[in-house]
C-alpha cells in the first residue's frame, strides 16, 4: 500500500514564524502535492510538483513557498504564518503526470493552529 | 472552469439500507473519476478511480459508476454499517487538463449510518 506520511499531525506556531510542513511518500511517485481544507471552502490546491526540483502553483499560492529536493520528499514552508494560515494542510502523491489510472494518495493531514 | 457538486450535503440512514451518493461535474472532458472517504480530522482515503473509458468499478460493497456525457457519478454503498459514517468526496481533473492531479473536489456528502 501506499503511504504518505506527513510529520507532524499538530501544530502550534505564533504569527510570523517561519513554519516548515513535510511530506513523504514511499511509493517512487513523481508528482507530490500541497492542499489545505478549511470548513465551507473544501479543499484548495496551494502548490504542486512533477518532479524533483520541480514545482507549480497551484490555486492559492500565496504565503506559500515549497520546496522538493529529493522525489520522496516535498516540504511546504510558510515564511511568516499568519492567523489566516490557521487550517487543516493535507500532503498527497500520484503515480506520474498524465496517466488516466493514476489515483491520489493522501497522508493524515496536519492541523496548524497560528496563534 | 470545472465544477463539481455532491447530493445530498448529508444523509442520515440506519444500518443496513443501501444508498447512492451522487457527484456532478461541468465539464465531461475529464481523463477520471475519484471517490475518497474522509473520517473526522484525518486525511482522505482512496475508493474507488474510475477511468473515463469505463462506466464503473466495485471494490467490496462499494460501486462506482460514470457517465461521462451527461456529467454525473454515483457512489452506491450496499448494506450500510456504522463503520461507513463518513465524509464521502468526489474529485475530478480540472476542465482540459491532465491527470497531473490538479483537481476538483466536490464538497462532499456527510453520512451517517445509525445502529
Known amino acids: 500500500d501506499v503511504k504518505v506520511t506527513q510529520s507532524s499531525r499538530y501544530l502550534v506556531k505564533r504569527t510570523g514564524e517561519k513554519v516548515f510542513l513535510e511530506c513523504v511518500q514511499d511509493?517512487?511517485?513523481?508528482?507530490m502535492f500541497w492542499y489545505r481544507q478549511d470548513p465551507g471552502l473544501g479543499l484548495r490546491l496551494i502548490y504542486f510538483s512533477y518532479d524533483v526540483k520541480m514545482k507549480e502553483k497551484g490555486d492559492i499560492p500565496e504565503g506559500y513557498s515549497v520546496s522538493r529536493e529529493k522525489k520522496e520528499r516535498f516540504s511546504l514552508i510558510l515564511e511568516s504564518a499568519s492567523t489566516n494560515q490557521t487550517s487543516m494542510y493535507l500532503c498527497?502523491?500520484?503515480?506520474?503526470?498524465?496517466?488516466?489510472?493514476?489515483?491520489?494518495?493522501f497522508g493524515n493531514g496536519t492541523r496548524l493552529t497560528v496563534t | 472552469k470545472q465544477e463539481v457538486t455532491q447530493i445530498p450535503a448529508a444523509l442520515s440512514v440506519p444500518e443496513g439500507e443501501n444508498l447512492v451518493l451522487n457527484c456532478s461535474f461541468t465539464d465531461s472532458a475529464i481523463y477520471n473519476l475519484q471517490w475518497f472517504r474522509q473520517d473526522p480530522g484525518k486525511g482522505l482515503t482512496s475508493l474507488l478511480l474510475i477511468q473515463s473509458s469505463q462506466r464503473e468499478q466495485t471494490s467490496g460493497r462499494l460501486n462506482a459508476s460514470l457517465d461521462k456525457s451527461s456529467g454525473r457519478s454515483t457512489l452506491y454503498i450496499a448494506a450500510s454499517q456504522p463503520g461507513d459514517s463518513a465524509t464521502y468526496l468526489c474529485a475530478v481533473p480540472n476542465a482540459g487538463g491532465t491527470s497531473y492531479g490538479k483537481l476538483t473536489f466536490g464538497q462532499g456528502t456527510i453520512l451517517t449510518v445509525h445502529p
Open positions: 498527497a502523491s500520484s503515480l506520474r503526470a498524465g496517466r488516466v489510472n493514476s489515483p491520489l494518495h
Open positions: 511509493m517512487d511517485h513523481e508528482n
